[in-house]
C-alpha cells in the first residue's frame, strides 16, 4: 500500500524583481507640468489684471522711448527757440534756429531755453516700466514715490523728435565745415509732425539761381539730416518753396522750379540711405506758402521743406 502512494511535488516560483528602466519620463513629466503651472499662472494673471495693467507689464519687459507732452514751439527741445550764440541771422555765427509753426516770427535767442527744456523733458522721458516691481504693477497698487508718469503715445512721439532735433544740433556743432549753415536750418514742430527746413540765405543759397542744381552745403545739411531722421519710423513729405520773384515770360516757372528742386532733394535723400518707403509726398509750393509774407521776396522764402508725419493718433 505504501509503494502505491506517489510523492506530492509543490512548484514554488520565485519572480525575480524587473531590472532598472531609467527615469527619463520623469524628466519629460516635470517640464510639461512646469510649462502647466506657467500656462495657468498666465491665465490667472490675464483674468485678474486690468488693461492699463496689461500695458504696465507690457512697458516694463519691452521699454519704449518716453516723450514729452508739451506743445510744439512752447518749451520743448527746439520748440521755437534759438540755441547756440545769440545774433542776428544775417551774422555767419548766428544761432541755429528752430520757429514756431508761425513762419513769420522770428524767436529772440536765449540761453536758458535748450537747458530748462531738456532738464524738463528728461523729468518725464523715463520709460514708466523701468524701475517698478511688476508684481505691484500688476496688483495696481500705485507708483513709487517718485516714479514718472506713464505717457501716452503723443508724448512718446513728440520725445523722438526732439532728441532728433538735438542730435541734428549735435551734428552741426561737431562739424567745423558746418558752423556758418546753422542759419540755413530751421527745426520746428507744427500739427502735421515734425518739420525740417533748408533755406536760403543773402550770399548762400542751396541751390544755384533759377535751376535744380544742388549746392555742396545743401548735400553736407541733408546728410545731417538723414542721419538724424533715419533711425524713425515715421512717413516724409519733400516740399520745395520758391521767393516772389517772377520767371520771365514764365509764369509757371516758380511752380516748375519748386517741384523739380523738391525731386532733386528725394533722390539725394535716398542716395543717401534714407528708404524711399517712408515717402508720402513731393511738391511743389512755388511762392503761395511763404516763410516770411510780409517779405514776399526775402530770400530765406526759397527753402525745401521735410516734414516727418505724426504717427500716434
Not at 101 to 118: C, F, H, Q, R, V
Given at each position: ?8 511535488i ?5 519572480v ?7 527615469g527619463?519620463?520623469?524628466v519629460a ?6 510649462a502647466?503651472?506657467a ?8 483674468g485678474?489684471?486690468?488693461?492699463d ?10 521699454p519704449?522711448?518716453?516723450?514729452s507732452?508739451s ?8 520748440g ?8 542776428s541771422?544775417?551774422?555767419?555765427n ?18 536758458n531755453?535748450?537747458?530748462?527744456s ?15 516691481d511688476?508684481?505691484q ?5 500705485p507708483?513709487?514715490?517718485g516714479?514718472?508718469?506713464s ?11 526732439d ?10 556743432e ?12 530751421l527745426?520746428d514742430?507744427?500739427?502735421?509732425g ?8 543773402e ?8 535751376s ?8 553736407k545739411?541733408?546728410?545731417k ?10 512717413k ?5 518753396h520758391?521767393?516772389?520773384t ?6 509757371q516757372?516758380?511752380?516748375d ?18 528708404s524711399?518707403n ?5 511738391s511743389?509750393?512755388a ?12 530770400p ?14
Amino acid at each position: 500500500m505504501a509503494k502505491s502512494e506517489r510523492p506530492i511535488i509543490i512548484k514554488r516560483i520565485i519572480v525575480a524583481g524587473g531590472g532598472h528602466h531609467g527615469g527619463a519620463w520623469k524628466v519629460a513629466y516635470a517640464d510639461f507640468v512646469t510649462a502647466m503651472m506657467a500656462f495657468f499662472l498666465l491665465l490667472w494673471l490675464l483674468g485678474s489684471t486690468t488693461e492699463d495693467q496689461r500695458k504696465s507689464l507690457a512697458d516694463y519687459f519691452s521699454p519704449s522711448p518716453a516723450v514729452s507732452s508739451s506743445n510744439s514751439g512752447s518749451g520743448g527741445l527746439l520748440g521755437g527757440v534759438t540755441i547756440s550764440v545769440p545774433g542776428s541771422l544775417s551774422s555767419p555765427n548766428a544761432a541755429f534756429t528752430s520757429q514756431d509753426s508761425a513762419p513769420n516770427t522770428l524767436t529772440k535767442p536765449s540761453e536758458n531755453d535748450g537747458d530748462s527744456s531738456g532738464a524738463g523733458e528728461g523729468a518725464e522721458g523715463e520709460d514708466s516700466g523701468q524701475g517698478k516691481d511688476p508684481g505691484q504693477q500688476a496688483a495696481g497698487a500705485p507708483p513709487k514715490p517718485g516714479a514718472p508718469p506713464s505717457l501716452t503715445p503723443e508724448q512718446r512721439e513728440k520725445r523722438q523728435f526732439d532728441k532728433a532735433a538735438d542730435a541734428l544740433k549735435q551734428a552741426l556743432e561737431a562739424s567745423p565745415d558746418l558752423q556758418g549753415l546753422k542759419n540755413n536750418l530751421l527745426v520746428d514742430q507744427t500739427p502735421e509732425g515734425m518739420r525740417v527746413q533748408i533755406v536760403d540765405n543773402e550770399g548762400k543759397s542751396m541751390f544755384a539761381s533759377g535751376s535744380t542744381q544742388m549746392n555742396d552745403d545743401m548735400r553736407k545739411l541733408l546728410t545731417k539730416v538723414v542721419q538724424a531722421i533715419g533711425p524713425l519710423n515715421n512717413k516724409i513729405a519733400i516740399r520745395g518753396h520758391t521767393d516772389a520773384t517772377p520767371f520771365a515770360n514764365n509764369p509757371q516757372g516758380n511752380w516748375d522750379l519748386s517741384s523739380q528742386r523738391a525731386s532733386v532733394t528725394l533722390k539725394a535723400l535716398t542716395a543717401m540711405g534714407l528708404s524711399p518707403n517712408r515717402l508720402a509726398d513731393v511738391s511743389g509750393r512755388a511762392e503761395v506758402d511763404p516763410l516770411f509774407p510780409e517779405n514776399p521776396k526775402d530770400p530765406r522764402n526759397r527753402r525745401i521743406s521735410i516734414i516727418l508725419f505724426k504717427q500716434a493718433k
